[in-house]
């Protein structure tokens, strides 16, 4: 059975910062406040570019690092909760076609929120190792500017825009080595974008009127389950797989809250020099935080071949997981 490895990574981010002074300016907030409470300075906003076109440059980055063709990549899967269209096309179908990968591979979307490139992981491991497919891309890309509500304080401070991606191949040397995902649907209402599906339909003007096409959080109640659940998660897969925190090169967390991934790594001892952090830069990107900041590790000298990653994730569902792997990049 050949074993899965990450070949390579890429990323993008949009080039407008929006900073939490032009936060003052919208909302009743402070940079002090956000700073304080997040860890966020600024985040980016995609002005022009829609969610493939983010996609399609994390993933053209991705596999011209990978050293391989476009041609033999045989299939791409998309995570997304502000995908370009709200049911079809898939936005992986259009970042094939920006990318002119050949016709007829297999290319769809999930949907797991946050923990969307976790998913991906175990997704594309289990198809590179039953031989299904050799080459899978996988992106995480958000245009969440588009599902913001900038009258929400609550939000609209928190969120940003932005793409990673990943070759997802055989490699017997540095292999994904063990992915987790889980879900319990029974906190669906605490992160959730309501309007515009068959619950609250596009038909209905209340939809609009009540703002329920937003992104909505119980920012407080998430952040109180996502310390717990993400502590006992990865203590889980470290235990599976007998592996210390202190083995570990790098530990590369759901870039949400500082607040949330300070507690998760002083609770499992983890030093500053393991942990990859972006959330100041580019606030919560949902499934493109972690490749976004995997890759910042990359371009940063701290990501190499062969180098031990934990990463973690949580989000709306709830969803959460966490990996283990080694980089089979170059
Ligand atoms: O990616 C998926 C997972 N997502 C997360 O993990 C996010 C989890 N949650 C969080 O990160 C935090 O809960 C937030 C950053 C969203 C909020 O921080 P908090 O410390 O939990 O604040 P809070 O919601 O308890 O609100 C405290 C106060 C409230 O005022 P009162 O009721 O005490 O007067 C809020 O109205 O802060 C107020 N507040 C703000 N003030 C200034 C809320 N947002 C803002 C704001 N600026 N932007």
């Not at 909505?216 to 470290?238: C, P, Y």
């Amino acid at each position: 059975m050949p074993k899965a490895s990450m070949l390579s990574i890429g990323a993008y981010a949009p080039p407008k910062i929006l900073t939490n002074a032009d936060l003052e300016k919208l909302v009743d907030t402070s940079d002090e406040w956000i700073l304080k409470r997040t860890g966020i300075k600024e985040r980016r906003i995609a002005e022009n570019e829609v969610t493939s076109e983010l996609g399609a440059k994390a993933a053209e980055q991705a596999i011209l690092r990978a050293g391989i063709q476009k041609e033999q990549i045989d299939a791409i899967i998309c995570a997304s909760i502000s995908p370009d269209f709200f049911c079809m096309p898939s936005t992986a179908t259009a970042i094939a076609h920006r990318i002119g990968l050949k016709s007829g591979i297999t290319a769809f979307d999930i949907s797991a929120a946050c923990t969307g490139f976790i998913y991906l992981l175990e997704l594309a491991k289990s198809l590179v190792e039953s031989g299904a497919k050799k080459y899978v891309l996988i992106v995480g890309a958000e245009k969440l500017s588009s599902i913001i509500d900038y009258t929400d304080r609550s939000t609209c401070v928190l969120f940003g825009d932005g793409a990673g991606a990943a070759v997802i191949g055989a490699n017997e040397e540095n292999e994904i080595i063990d992915v987790h995902t889980a879900s319990d649907g029974k906190y669906g209402d605490l992160l959730i974008t309501p309007g515009c599906g068959s619950v609250y339909p596009s038909s209905d003007p209340l939809t609009f009127e009540k703002r329920l096409n937003y992104l909505h959080m119980s920012g407080n109640e998430v952040f109180k389950i996502a310390v717990q659940t993400l502590t006992r998660d990865v203590v889980e897969i470290m235990q599976k797989n007998k592996i210390s925190s202190e083995q570990i090169d790098l530990f590369i967390p759901h870039q949400a809250n500082l607040r949330i991934i300070d507690a998760v790594k002083q609770r499992l001892n983890f030093t500053s020099e393991q942990c990859v952090l972006t959330v100041d830069k580019y606030g919560n990107t949902s499934s493109a935080s972690i490749p976004m900041a995997i890759n910042e590790a990359y371009e940063s000298g701290k990501l190499k071949n062969g180098s031990l990653m934990l990463l973690d994730a949580f989000g709306g569902g709830f969803t959460w997981g966490s990996a283990l792997l080694k980089f089979g990049g170059k």
